[in-house]
């Protein structure tokens, strides 16, 4: 089952905070996030784990409530090359190694 | 630099023709991915391989199939194309928790 993104679409100036959130009704053990911007393949950026590790190599943050089944991402100061459309993701190799699982994605437009 | 390479960027068939898409991997990479992308409605999984020989339905597996007879290779096929297969299709495969993604095949059923 699709975790459950929003918004579908922000438009920020460059400069502005955004916050894309991701809930899934299944009992989340990570969350994986993804960039894919126009014409490419999305973009690994960082996975949250059960227990409050974080991987990724992005200056991107993102926080992950267990009890909530929810996640966020923070993008502080947007860039122009921040605009893409974000994926969440459930599932994956520390979830009993499930295949992963997108949400529909949230497209994010920073105009100068 | 890790690489998953699709055959095809831009594909244009007949309805009813067998269609095959293919996917390579030169990481070593176990887990490997078909994914469907459409406007709005993100990425679907259509199959999934943890293992040579082995293949998993995803969530969209109805009018395909797939073949994975070596661990590099990950095969999509239509066994019989319709126009509501048209649509973007990417293939992945991971190591540990980041999957990487092929640059996707466009693939129109006329």
């Known amino acids: 089952q699709q975790p459950v993104q929003s918004p579908q679409a922000v438009i920020l100036r460059e400069g502005e905070d955004a916050v894309i959130n991701c809930s899934s009704s299944k009992a989340l053990y990570s969350v994986h996030w993804y960039r894919q911007k126009h014409g490419e393949a999305p973009v690994f950026l960082m996975i949250l784990l059960k227990g409050g590790e974080q991987k990724g190599h992005e200056k991107i943050s993102a926080s992950f409530n267990e009890k909530k089944q929810q996640s966020s991402l923070y993008l502080t100061a947007s860039q122009l090359s921040y605009s893409g459309t974000y994926f969440c993701?459930?599932?994956?190799?520390?979830?009993?190694?499930?295949?992963?699982?997108f949400g529909k994605g949230t497209r994010l437009s920073v105009i100068a | 630099d890790v690489k998953v390479t699709q055959s095809s960027r831009y594909l244009v068939k007949r309805t009813g023709e067998k269609v095959f898409l293919e996917c390579v991997q030169d990481m070593d990479h176990e887990n490997m991915f078909w994914y469907r992308q459409d406007p709005g409605l993100g990425l679907r999984l259509i199959y999934f391989s943890y293992d040579v020989k082995m293949k998993e339905k995803g969530d969209i597996p109805e009018g395909y199939s797939v073949s994975r007879e070596k661990k590099e290779r990950f095969s999509l096929i239509l066994e019989s194309a319709s126009t509501n297969q048209t649509s973007m299709y990417l293939c992945?495969?991971?190591?540990?928790?980041?999957?990487?993604f092929g640059q996707g095949t466009r693939l129109t059923v006329v």
């Open positions: 993701g459930t599932g994956g190799r520390y979830s009993g190694n499930t295949p992963l699982v």
């Open positions: 992945a495969s991971d190591r540990g928790p980041e999957a990487f």
